[in-house]
């Protein structure tokens, strides 16, 4: 069955009780151009299929990935941060306590997500729950910055998503995707489009935080410019990327970086051409049927649905379409790649990229992937 069959086998025999519900999401009407047609760099291929699956079942939901060197780092579902060397998967760090085996273990879990490599090779992780961390891969010592209790302005961060730092380690660039949803409700986020997120700027040695810019609807992936002078921020519900501009002429303004994507965007990396990489999940189709865009002004059937069926029920009538798509410095598309059934990348969050090789992180998986750029 498809998602609009499903939303209108909904629908119509429940129109006159709408009033009736009592639903925790409160959706918000969104405006969506209508999806770019997947033509020229755009079109379809199954390039992501030619992956490799590395520590299968040894790890699950690899969201982020560094590396110091030749060795792997990366934060996993049930609230570790691990070391990926000579084929194992060695933990370093934890940063909450269990049990972790559920989605309502979570919270003091911990969940970490974005996850960089500072100027004194520590790593610096964005947990969903607890805030921000640095950790010394070496010794495992875990060093807590900026805890998620603290209100900044006001309000309470929810939803710590992803983080990118200056080349000094001065200045910590993060987003809280939502000041209502925590991470494990990331799906009544999607679905209610509220914009109630925000990109944030934390300053290691004032330990000051700043709030850049807010009203953003789900901001996700980060990050930091060559030069330093903007930060990409993926604003998911949106299918878009905005650019914040922190020094120069420009700063403190902001402007379009991509918009209308043909697909909802994660994570933001940079590549070895000068451009990035943004990897999506979850594509827009202009000849088939797109869950978001249909639902984007219709705020009374995404209520309807999540009264009557749970989050992990109506994500399953979500299609499995992995896409990658390489952006020039300007936000030109330069190439995509495609995994259109999902079949060996599935779920992606960020593709990092290493001596010739892309490594595809994921929120969901049991492994991560490993694709030889020289293959394509």
């Known amino acids: 069955m498809t998602f609009m069959m499903l939303a209108v086998s909904l629908t119509i025999p429940l129109l006159g009780a709408i009033t009736l519900l009592n639903c925790p999401i409160d959706p918000q009407p969104l405006s969506f151009k209508e999806p770019p047609f997947l033509l020229g760099v755009l079109r379809p291929n199954v390039k992501l299929q030619q992956a490799e699956k590395l520590f299968e079942n040894q790890l699950i939901g690899p969201e982020s990935i560094a590396n110091i060197g030749d060795v792997l780092f990366t934060g996993t579902a049930d609230g570790r941060i691990v ?5 194992e998967v060695i933990t370093i760090a934890r940063l909450g306590k269990g049990p972790c085996k559920t ?7 911990g969940r970490p997500l974005g996850i960089r490599v500072g100027p004194n090779s520590t790593l610096f992780v ?3 729950y607890q805030g921000i961390f640095e950790v010394d891969p070496s010794t495992g010592r875990v060093k807590h910055l900026l ?43 999607v679905m209610e489009g509220t914009d109630d997120g925000r990109l944030l700027e934390y300053d290691t040695v004032t330990r000051e935080v700043k709030v850049l810019m807010e009203g953003l609807r789900f901001p996700n992936g980060v990050q930091l410019s060559p030069a330093e002078d903007f930060v990409l921020v993926a604003e998911t519900t949106m299918a878009r990327i905005r ?41 827009r189709h202009n000849s088939g049927f797109s869950m978001m865009d249909f639902l984007s002004e219709k705020p009374w059937i995404k209520r309807l649905i999540f009264k009557l069926l749970s ?3 109506v994500s399953k009538f979500v299609p499995r379409y992995s896409l990658v798509l390489e952006l020039g410095d300007n936000g030109a598309y330069q190439r995509s790649l495609h ?8 779920y992606i969050s960020e593709v990092h990229e290493q001596d010739g090789h892309l490594y595809l ?13 020289d293959l394509l």
């Open 147 to 189: 805890s998620s209790q603290i209100p900044i302005e006001g309000k309470k961060m929810s939803f710590v998503n992803d983080l990118t730092i200056t080349q000094d380690g001065r200045k910590i660039y993060f987003t809280d995707s939502s000041s209502k949803w925590q991470r494990r409700d990331y799906l009544l986020l």
């Open 339 to 346: 995994d259109p059934n999902g079949l060996v990348a599935a």
């Open 126 to 128: 964005a947990d969903a």
């Open 243 to 283: 650019r914040f501009y922190v020094s120069g002429l420009m700063k403190g303004g902001a402007d379009m970086f991509v918009e209308n994507m043909p697909g909802f965007p994660d994570n933001i990396r940079p590549s070895s051409s000068g451009g990035y990489w943004v990897a999506m999940s979850t594509v």
């Open 83 to 87: 070391k990926l060397e000579n084929g």
């Open 103 to 109: 989605r309502e273990d979570e919270p003091t879990c």
């Open 361 to 373: 992180g994921s929120f969901k998986s049991p492994f991560l992937c490993k694709l030889n750029l």
């Open 311 to 313: 989050p992990e029920t």
